[in-house]
């Protein structure tokens, strides 16, 4: 059976919807990540979004947060393809599953500030505003859809394993179709939490920079409609792994990465020599980087074209997947006989001592139109994940 990408909803620090964002993707814009003291004491680089957001209706006040906001945007934008699909297979047949790392958990920091100074919780705060599953409970419950409906947690890579789960309820015959991706939005939590993991980046962070120190966290919105109905790009292979190496420290050697990505070949029916495009998970920790070269060089050698969009968007932790998967479905969306790349933007030079890799430069391209597209996440506890779609 072929699982379909029907359509796809995308903000972030690039831009708030897709026509927004391509553009400056491709050219390698970095002027969405932004000094901010909003999370820290000290001023930190965020990919933040600054786009005006939808409210949240009253009779839905108890999910009110941010991470719900970027999650209706995203929905705006796939709106007409959401009604489509819940016409033709019913509300009963619809699923949504999403991925997250902290949900909307800055609600509960400003509603503790806000006790700290008042003595009491607002009034309008409710708990369920940051559950880790607000965010599906909430689509559904505003789409109305009485399918299933669950939220993924497992940190940098969980709306990547959202994709799994969507596509295996659909291949069980328990969903028609899927709402599926994932939000993060920023919070102290993670800021201060990577921090002290001596793990942000002093400035602009530097993915296989020889000089990089670290990531930008950012925040990001991506939702998709996965199903059975056919349309021009197919998701075609999944592969995952979890190699439990260390709390937060990958597998130098890259061993169960390797797994993930060929297993996502494996899935597909690909052989390296198949894939076009390769987004790199690439956070610029001095760590991942040299796993993930090493990995990559292993499985694929040094001729495939890679990057990591990350120097653009700053890392969108739970939602990094679905985002970057976004980013390789806009590549295949468009009639590009040049096959125009996503560069590697770190404004450094790269590390030598890393295992040699074709990191795309600005204005890089292809030569032919980009056809299959490969996408990388990794996450903390050795949570390992890899997607590949395709042009049909």
């Not at 708990?127 to 947690?153: E, H, N, R, W």
């Not at 969980?158 to 939000?183: E, H, P």
């Not at 890089?364 to 996440?377: F, T, W």
Request: glycine fraction near 10%.
């Amino acid at each position: 059976m072929k699982h379909y990408l029907n359509d796809v909803g995308l903000l972030c620090a690039l831009g708030n919807n897709k026509a927004e964002i391509l553009p400056r993707l491709l050219a390698g814009d970095r002027s969405g990540l932004v000094s901010s003291h909003a999370f820290s004491a000290e001023s930190v680089i965020v990919g933040q979004i600054n786009a005006p957001l939808p409210d949240i209706p009253a009779r839905y006040a108890f999910y009110q947060c941010r991470n719900n906001q970027l999650l209706l945007a995203a929905l705006s934008q796939i709106r007409p393809t959401v009604e489509n699909i819940l016409t033709k297979f019913g509300k009963d047949r619809v699923g949504v599953v999403l991925g997250t790392s902290t949900s909307g958990v800055r609600n509960t920091e400003l509603a503790l500030a806000y006790q700290a100074k008042h003595g009491d919780l607002p009034a309008n705060f409710h708990y369920k505003q940051q559950q880790m599953g607000a965010g599906a409970d909430f689509l559904a419950a505003y789409l109305g859809i009485t399918g299933v409906t669950y939220t993924i947690s497992t940190a940098c890579s969980s709306s990547g394993k959202a994709f799994a789960s969507a596509r295996r309820l659909i291949n069980l015959g328990v969903c028609d179709a899927v709402i599926v991706g994932g939000a993060d939005s920023l919070c102290s939590l993670t800021i201060q939490g990577f921090a002290a993991l001596a793990s942000l980046s002093t400035g602009l962070c530097k993915p296989f920079g020889l000089h990089r120190d670290g990531i930008n966290i950012g925040e990001a919105a991506s939702l998709f409609v996965l199903s059975k109905e056919p349309s021009p790009i197919a998701l075609l292979g999944i592969g995952a792994s979890s190699d439990a190496y260390h709390f937060s420290a990958p597998n130098p050697e890259g061993t169960f990465v390797i797994t993930a990505m060929q297993t996502a070949l494996d899935d597909a029916g690909k052989t390296p020599a198949d894939i076009d495009y390769l987004n790199l998970h690439g956070t610029a920790t001095l760590l991942n980087d040299a796993m993930e070269s090493k990995a990559v060089h292993q499985l694929f050698g040094a001729k495939l074209a890679a990057s990591s969009s990350k120097g653009m968007t700053g890392h969108t932790l739970g939602a990094a997947a679905a985002l970057e998967l976004g980013f390789c479905w806009l590549l295949l969306d468009r009639d590009d006989k040049q096959g125009v790349l996503i560069p590697n933007c770190n404004d450094d030079v790269i590390d030598h001592n890393l295992p040699a890799l074709n990191l795309v430069a600005k204005g890089g391209y292809l030569g032919r139109k980009i056809k299959v597209c490969q996408s990388n996440s990794f996450a903390f506890g050795g949570n390992n994940l890899s997607l590949i779609l395709a042009k049909i």
